[in-house]
């Protein structure tokens, strides 16, 4: 039989606690009507996460980002990218990914956002670390007790 402070907890948990994805499934989503969204998210474990934008009329693009959901701070970087603007054609997502997985597979401490942004530089374009307000989708479902401060992801629609 449960107690009275238990179920007052469980009530103000349910009162105060984000919506939140389920699965890393629930974050795959178009947010741009049909041309527009994020996709392939992945635990790439101990707080980190990523995922890929992805981009699509009269012109395509395909962007990374990796969270530290610890921190909030999101390394940003495009590997593809045809007709969006002046500059010319590229795919580099192949080798991109090599240098992500070649970072992932060593010690967290020497695999910073700023040392693989570094060797990002030299593969892909618009390369860039930020701190949003909000935590990602893939945070809150996966690791959601590092939030802090930053406001809670919610799924449209719940």
């Not at 990523?50 to 530290?68: K, Y």
Request: charged share 25%; glycine share 8%.
């Amino acid at each position: 039989m449960l107690r009275w402070g238990t179920y007052l907890a469980i009530a103000v948990s349910c009162m105060t606690a984000p919506a939140q994805a389920l699965s890393l499934g629930d974050c795959t989503r178009v947010t741009h009507i049909s041309h527009g969204g994020q996709a392939d998210h992945v635990d790439l474990g101990e707080g980190r996460v990523m995922w890929r934008d992805w981009w699509s009329q009269e012109g395509s693009s395909t962007d990374f980002r990796i969270a530290d959901c610890d921190t909030g701070r999101v390394l940003g970087f495009r590997t593809a990218e045809e007709n969006m603007n002046a500059r010319p054609p590229f795919e580099r997502t192949e080798d991109a990914m090599g240098i992500v997985a070649q970072h992932e597979s060593g010690a967290r401490v020497f695999a910073t956002l700023e040392r693989m942004a570094k060797d990002l530089e030299k593969i892909a374009r618009d390369v860039s670390i930020v701190e949003p307000d909000r935590e990602s989708c893939a945070c809150a479902t996966l690791y959601p007790q590092m939030r802090g401060d930053r406001e809670a992801f919610r799924l449209e629609g719940l």
